[in-house]
Nanobody, 123 residues
Framework: QLHLVQSGGGLVQAGGSLRLSCSASEPTFSSYSMGWFRQAPGKAREFVSYITWIGDSTEYIDSVKGRFTISRDNDKNAVYLQMNSLKSEDTAVYYC????????????????WGQGTQVTVSS
């Protein structure tokens, strides 16, 4: 089992940057692929990015490619989402999630979730 704790987020102007962090205390963190999802008001939760358990592959939703970067540090049991050139449409609650070993872009496949953090981009 993993207990994921998120930090970061907040209010930023369009074009600005934010970094989200998600950490776990359990050493089994390195066995989990990690994903970031977001949910805007009135919309379904959507996939943003994932990184494999070993960190050798990443994927992004088209709308964030070239602007967001996912990374992980298994020594620190943490995953990060660096968000640059933020747009108003990036405003949402962002969630990190963990899936045992194999990666996925489907939120139903994920086993554990962080508490969520609000990202608001003002135009």
């Amino acid at each position: 089992q993993l207990h994921l704790v998120q930090s970061g987020g907040g209010l930023v102007q369009a074009g600005g940057s934010l970094r989200l962090s998600c950490s776990a205390s359990e050493p089994t963190f390195s066995s989990y692929s990690m994903g970031w999802f977001r949910q805007a008001p009135g919309k379904a939760r959507e996939f943003v990015s994932y990184i494999t358990w070993i960190g050798d592959s990443t994927e992004y939703i088209d709308s964030v490619k070239g602007r967001f970067t996912i990374s992980r540090d298994n020594d620190k049991n943490a995953v990060y989402l660096q968000m640059n050139s933020l747009k108003s449409e990036d405003t949402a609650v962002y969630y990190c999630a963990a899936k045992y070993y194999r990666h996925s872009s489907n939120y139903d496949d994920y086993d554990y979730w962080g508490q969520g953090t609000q990202v608001t981009v003002s135009s």
